[in-house]
């Protein structure tokens, strides 16, 4: 798209803001990088599947990409094998090479705008099982989307909520860590989304830089003293960037601290009156336009702004279960209604405590459900279940099927063509050494368990 399409208030305000506009401007018009994150709790890597160029700079688990395919009809990418995720908002990963190491042994992470995944599946592939990452996203239909994203990423330390951040803040729990990837008028998607250009006003970007605060404001309590923040936008506005992070510090207490970003790939250090934030431009580096800046919340900062006192509430019914076990490892199953959970068991309490407090989408690994009639109990595993990097191989009969087989699985079709001597009863359905969820056989029919929202759209013939 050439640069004249763009809002002449963007370009003037551009302008105004850079010496090198002319060629900032120019960057918007090149076609955009594109870039995976593979999972590194789930094997084999990417590279069986696609075409990968360099490694991101500043994420080891990035990778940019030879081509474009159609991730549609990759099987690897239905499983959770890798992440579609634009190489600036991988910058994260810099930020949490600092922020995790002087966090507590068993952490609670926060990601206050997750969807539809990307920060909060990097979140998890760094700290592993060690914490808890609550991915939260406020608007319902893409927090279902969010939910998918995670439960295909497979980690049983994830718990997906749809909560306003006063009420994540009401509710009593505390963070150590909290990433804020704020909504904003989205100047850094102009290269990628000409929505993004169609909706851009001078007005929507103040707006957006007013709400953004109150976004953080009412989060803010929730961090603890000592805790770290992410902030971060898809924009160049800085009324929605340095503004923000000064203000953070002049009103909230906040200390900002300096990232080791890697030098000689074009991201540009900002100083601000409270110190160093980093901005990423389409022009100077291989990826689109990102601001991300650490901030620490002080002791000081705890007595300038109060903490939100905690809620009185109704603990849900959830209790440890006998059942479920031997489809997992390494976690605590737990039972809430007829649904059984597993929760890695060094976080078991604070995940039970989470999912009291927030009513999440998703808590950690969904095993099954459990119908009891008389004195049989009846099992129906969870379709998440075999995604989970917790799940028991040899518990459920595994099938590996061809790539157009496994697609024909992923479209919802049930005329499979299954191994000779497939026995009666639940299977998980593989490809390439990844499990990609549940089926049931009957005898010569076949039951296809794969989620009908996740199912494949297009005709795959």
């Given amino acids: 798209m050439p640069s004249k399409s763009l809002p002449e208030a963007f370009v003037s305000r551009i302008k105004g803001q ?18 995976i994150r593979s999972n590194p709790f789930k094997t084999p890597d990417a590279s069986r599947c696609l075409t990968l160029a360099d490694t991101v700079p500043w994420c080891p688990d990035g990778n940019y990409l030879k081509d474009r395919p159609l991730f549609t009809l990759i099987p690897q990418f ?45 979140l998890l592939s760094r700290i592993g099982d060690r914490g808890v990452v609550v991915a939260n996203e406020v608007v319902r239909s893409r927090a279902w989307i969010l939910r998918e994203n ?43 989304d000409q929505t993004a250009i169609d909706e851009w006003t001078p007005k929507a970007a103040a707006d957006c830089a007013t709400r953004q ?41 906040a200390e900002v601290i300096g990232l080791p970003m890697p030098d000689g790939f074009g991201i540009e250090t900002l100083q601000t009156t409270a ?15 990102l601001f991300i800046c650490l901030l620490r919340k002080t002791g000081n900062s705890a007595s300038r702004h109060s903490e939100t006192k905690k809620k009185s509430r109704p603990r849900a019914e959830i209790k440890e279960s006998k059942y479920g076990s031997e489809y997992t490892r390494g976690l605590r199953v737990f039972q809430k209604g007829n649904d059984l959970i597993g929760f890695p068991s060094s976080l078991s309490t604070a995940m039970v405590d989470v999912t009291n407090a927030l009513d ?10 459990l119908l ?13 279940l075999p995604l989970s990097s917790a799940f028991r191989p040899g518990s459920i009969t595994e099938i590996e099927l061809p790539k157009q087989q496994a697609l024909k699985f992923l479209h919802g079709d049930s005329d ?42 297009m005709n795959i013939d």
Avoid at 275 to 289: L, N
Wanted: glycine content about 8%.
């Fill in 372 to 384: 009891k009639k008389k004195d049989l109990a009846l099992f129906t595993p969870a379709p998440e």
């Fill in 275 to 289: 110190g160093q934030a980093y901005a990423f431009y389409p022009h100077k580096v291989r990826g689109e336009g």
């Fill in 78 to 122: 239905h499983a959770g094998a890798f992440y579609v995720q634009e190489s600036s908002s991988m910058s994260l990963s810099v930020a949490l090479s600092v922020a995790l190491p002087q966090l507590p042994p068993h952490p609670q992470c926060l990601d206050l705008c997750a969807a539809p995944g990307g920060k909060a599946t990097l």
């Fill in 416 to 457: 499979l063509l299954l191994p000779d001597g497939t026995p009666d009863g639940w299977i998980v359905v593989s490809h390439d050494g990844l499990r990609l969820g549940l089926a049931k056989v009957i005898g010569k029919r076949l039951n296809n368990y794969f989620p009908k929202e996740w199912r494949i759209k």
């Fill in 360 to 369: 999440p989408l998703l808590a950690g690994t969904p095993i099954g459900s």
């Fill in 18 to 35: 850079r010496p090198d506009a002319d060629s900032f401007l120019s960057a918007i018009a090149d076609t955009p990088w594109l870039s």
């Fill in 213 to 253: 605060r109150e976004i953080l404001a009412d989060i803010w309590p929730a961090l603890k003293t000592d805790g770290f923040l992410v902030y971060s936008t898809c924009t160049y506005n800085p009324d929605e960037n340095e503004r923000n992070v000064e203000w953070m510090a002049e009103e909230l207490g």
């Fill in 150 to 192: 995670i439960a295909k990423w497979g980690s049983p330390s994830a718990i997906v909520t749809n909560k306003k951040p006063d009420e994540i803040a009401a509710s009593g729990i505390s963070f150590d860590l909290i990433t804020v990837d704020a909504p904003c008028s989205g100047e850094g998607m102009f290269r990628k």
